[in-house]
Antibody, heavy 118, light 106 residues
Framework: QVQLQQSGAELVKPGSSVKISCKAS????????MHWIKQQPGNGLEWIGW????????KYNQKFNGKATLTADKSSSTAYMQLSSLTSEDSAVYFC???????????WGQGVMVTVSS | DIQMTQSPSFLSASVGDRVTINCKAS??????LDWYQQKHGEAPKLLIY???NLQTGIPSRFSGSGSGTDYTLTISSLQPEDVATYFC????????FGAGTKLELK
């Protein structure tokens, strides 16, 4: 069965960076997009970008250019998102989700809470 | 960028009621519209994809319709386990979510 297992909660300081992971299993990792989505407390969902692990191609929501960097390791079937220059506005739950090519998201990770605080 | 306007923001209904939730796109999204259910503290779950296709394992009381800019999620007979927040997502051009509809039992 398809599973996306995300890394644990992070407490990080303003101005620092954090890298969160999403380990995929139960399907061919290189054949599907991997998307990342942000959800702030009480707020809706915001698409950050996708990576296609098959060739490393990425596409970002313009709002997250320079904030998020998406990578993928085919050998471990793991996708990563690094967030840089963190501020309180980056405190949120971040989800990874498998995407049917340029289509809908059919499986989601459990989410990672990132808290930016001094 | 395509904007999605979802309504209502909040909905209170009784068990057995027919419930409808709407999403309006700022331009034609050619039926590239999906619906997700998110229960408290959980990840969103795909219910309906490409306007009217029921995801495997989702009860048939959920259905979707629409075209052009206007789309609807319908729950034909509300069940207690349907209490959740519902989001629409367009994937015609990049990806934009609606703001969500919080559904509670009356």
């Amino acid at each position: 069965q398809v599973q996306l297992q995300q890394s644990g909660a992070e407490l990080v300081k303003p101005g620092s960076s954090v890298k969160i992971s999403c380990k995929a299993s139960g399907y061919t990792f290189t054949s599907y997009d991997m998307h990342w989505i942000k959800q702030q407390p009480g707020n809706g969902l915001e698409w950050i970008g996708w990576i296609y692990p098959g060739n490393g191609n990425t596409k970002y929501n313009q709002k997250f250019n320079g904030k998020a960097t998406l990578t993928a390791d085919k050998s471990s079937s793991t996708a990563y998102m690094q967030l840089s220059s963190l501020t309180s506005e980056d405190s949120a739950v971040y989800f990874c989700a498998r995407g049917i090519i340029r289509g809908f998201f059919d499986y989601w990770g459990q989410g990672v809470m990132v808290t930016v605080s001094s | 960028d395509i904007q999605m306007t979802q309504s209502p923001s909040f909905l209170s209904a009784s068990v057995g009621d027919r419930v409808t939730i709407n999403c309006k796109a700022s331009q034609n999204i050619n039926k590239y519209l999906d619906w997700y259910q998110q229960k408290h503290g959980e990840a969103p779950k795909l219910l309906i994809y490409n306007t009217n296709n029921l995801q495997t394992g989702i009860p048939s009381r959920f259905s979707g319709s629409g075209s052009g800019t206007d789309y609807t999620l319908t729950i034909s007979s509300l069940q207690p386990e349907d209490v959740a927040t519902y989001f629409c997502l367009q994937h015609s051009s990049r990806y934009t979510f609606g703001a969500g509809t919080k559904l509670e039992l009356k």
